[in-house]
């Protein structure tokens, strides 16, 4: 049997299970908010064409609108300021998409404190019991933040109470250092999280302000945000593949986000 009608069997007879990693995109999706003076993106919005009427009788279709990095999505290099030479979206080699991924799980410590940073130490610590990251694979880094998804504030971690002097966000996320090394020294190709974004709420007030997005991207590696059902995926052996739209010039796409996972 060749390798492809293998691994269809094996899908066939849930040998390997296909796990959705991607939150449901709707106009209720949470999206990154930036202060002033700062632009941001638009909400998630549908908008009929028609729907078996007069407008066209026979189908049913819609316009979107939407931001590359609504929902679940995919940074490409060109996202950041550090990349602006490198890639954009429709240039990652579709390769790429397809890749060995392990789960680094932090939820515990995040639920206990939402400033939760992942530090060098935390992935030696990792890979001293697991093995080595993947070459050319993905780290996703699991904190439990996709339990929160359809709270936009809780996901946000932004406290809207009047009571609260610090109302800035506070979302789990990587240190700069362990982003640098990452990004640097690291076999991975990115790194995929569970919150709105690879770099943590508090991380406007890093040196340098967003290290996820500045090292990863300016190294011409990858981000994936806003991933669900981590906690369904093996500490290793996970496949993922994901599926951004090829937008020319563009710097990053939501995308379609799946793992296989081989059942015992």
Not at 25 to 51: K, M, W, Y
Not at 75 to 80: E, I, L, Q, R
Not at 185 to 203: C, H, I, Q
Request: glycine letters at 10%; charged letters at 20%; one cysteine or more.
């Amino acid at each position: 049997m060749s390798v492809l009608a293998d691994l269809m069997d094996a899908l066939r007879t849930r040998r390997v299970e296909v796990v959705d990693l991607t939150a449901p995109l709707h106009s209720g999706t949470p999206i990154l908010q930036l202060p002033p003076p700062f632009a941001n993106a638009s909400p998630f919005a549908v908008e009929e064409i028609s729907r078996y009427d007069d407008r066209g009788p026979a189908w049913y279709w819609n316009d979107i609108r939407t931001s590359e990095h609504t929902g679940t999505h995919f940074d490409a290099p060109v996202h950041w300021v550090t990349g602006r030479d490198g890639e954009d979206i429709a240039q990652v080699a579709p390769a790429r998409l397809l890749a060995p991924a392990v789960v680094l799980d932090f939820a515990e410590q995040s639920a206990a404190d939402p400033d939760f940073l992942l530090e060098i130490d935390h992935v030696r610590a990792w890979e001293a019991e697991h093995g080595p990251l993947p070459d050319g694979g993905w780290l996703l880094y699991r904190t439990g933040w996709d339990a929160r998804s359809e709270d936009g504030a809780a996901f946000l971690g932004v406290d809207p109470s009047p009571s609260r002097t610090d109302s800035g966000p506070h979302t789990p996320g990587i240190s700069v250092e362990c982003a640098r090394w990452l990004a640097e020294e690291s076999p991975v190709l990115g790194v995929g999280v569970e919150t709105v974004g690879t770099d943590a709420g508090a991380a406007h007030s890093f040196d340098p302000p967003f290290p996820c997005h500045s090292f990863l991207l300016g190294a011409g590696k990858y981000g994936l945000t806003q991933l669900q059902n981590l906690a369904r995926l093996p500490v290793t052996g996970a496949v993922v593949i994901a599926g951004p739209l090829p937008i020319v010039g563009g710097s990053g796409s939501p995308a379609r986000v799946l793992a296989l996972v081989e059942n015992p």
